[in-house]
Structures are given as structure tokens and as C-alpha cells.
């Protein structure tokens, strides 16, 4: 994924993101160096986008305009919801996210910053690249730790105690789990040699495409109804892991729960069966 295996016509592609880069180097060269940016800058994403989402989910009841969106529309996200995953949120950041900050501002040296941009090409590909090694990665990690019963009550059942996810869901992980997924979401760029510019790109998508995931809305423009061929997962797929936790175990691509027999198309009619509680549930089963 470096740039050094540019295609023909990458000059031309890079005065694609060159300016914007430039601009970056010459007025911001410090925050982008400074180890604490990407931390920075994926916890302000997260949190930027649940935010957006629980406004949407706040609204729902009243504005049907939202609430046809949602896959459980007869099932309101509630403020107890909203404060118990939200303060698991801020517990797992304080105790894991904020010590492993610091860490690494000590340690790790500034990040150092090329004065070329990445081509289109290379930027574009090692996103890709990167979605495509983590999603390998999490679906091991997934599927081993549904099928070791002490894996999964000791470290992922926290995450399925929800069986209609909403965004906050989404980090109401485990520290173990909360680990894995910032580990190999930090680990794989450097792996595939990527520009930082290309690392960055990756954490915001990968960070957006996963609360995505589990925010319980079939939008439009999510990624799994542009993606074609039935090749992205996306909320629906997930929602219906969260209901039948022996499917989906992907996070983003469906191919490798095709290989394994895990693959399942959600039944529309189960997010208005008749006869459900009027909130979301914690399941601990």
C-alpha cells in the first residue's frame, strides 16, 4: 500500500489530495505529528457521530419522517438505555482509552510527516486494504469467542446484552474486546505501510462504517445498500446477529460468513412483529 507501488498516473492522483495536504503540513505540521492526534481524532469521530445518532433515535417517536427509517421503529430508545451504554462508554475510555493515550504521548515518537500526499489510488486502496485485513481479524475473533462458551461469557456477552442495537452500542464492549478492536485498528496500517493520511482516513471510516453497523437504521445512503451484490453487511445484517448471535459474525463484508455457513439475510417482518415490549430490551442470554 505505500506509495512506492504507484500505479501509472499516480503524479496526476496526487495533485488530487496534494493541496490539502500541504495546507495541513504548513499550518497544523504539530497536531499532526503529536502522537495523541489519532486518538484525538477517532474518539471525537465516535463520539461526534453517536451523538448525531441519538439525536435521531430521540426524535423518532414524534417525526415519522426518522422513524420509518429505523428497523425497530415500535421500539423506542429509551433515556435508561441512552445512560447505561453512555456511562460504560466513558468508564471503558477513562480506565482503558485515556491510560493508553498518555502512554503513548510519552513514548511513542512524533509521527512523521511526508511532504508528498498519498496518490487517489493508494489512499482509496489502503482504506480498502485495511477494512479488508480487520474485518478477517474481527471475524476470527468474533466467531472463536461465540463458540467458546467461557470466551463469550467472560468477554462478549457485554456486547449482546442489547438485542436491538442502537449506536452506543457499539463500544458497550468489554475491555478485552475494546483491546482487540483498537489494537488491530492501530496495527494494520502499519502492516500495510500506509501513508498517514491514508492511516487517518482509515480510522474515521472504520470508526463511522462500525457504529454505522449498529445503529438500527436502514437509511438509503448506508453503505450496504450501495455496496452491491449483497458484499457489505451493514446494520440489518448486524441487527440480526444481535438477535441470532450464531450468525453475521463479519463486522463490515458478508463474504466470509458465506464461506462459513454463518451468513443470514434478515427477516423483515421481525422489526414489527406484533406483540413485543414497546422499548429496548437488554438480553442476557
Known sequence: MSDGSNMTGGLSQGLVLQPAWDYLHQNHHDLLRNPLFPVVLSVTTYFFLVGVYTVLD???PTWPCINRYRLHHDR???WPNIWTTLSVTIYNHLLYIFPAAVAQWLWRPPTPLPREAP???SFFLGILGCMVVFDFQYYLWHLLHHRVSWLYRTFHAMHHQYNQPFSLVTQYLSGWELFSVGFWA???PILLQCHCLTTWGF???NVYVSTEDHCGYDFPWAMHNLVP???WGGAPKHDAHHQRPGTNFAPFFSHWDWVGGSHTVPNPSSYTAPGEPDE????KD
Not at 429496548?280 to 438480553?283: M, R
Open 58 to 60: 430521540l426524535l423518532a
Open 76 to 78: 423506542p430508545i429509551t
Open 119 to 121: 496518490t487517489l489510488w
Open 186 to 188: 492501530t496495527v494494520d
Open 203 to 205: 480510522m474515521v471510516f
Open 229 to 231: 451484490f449483497g458484499l
Open 280 to 283: 429496548i430490551k437488554g438480553n
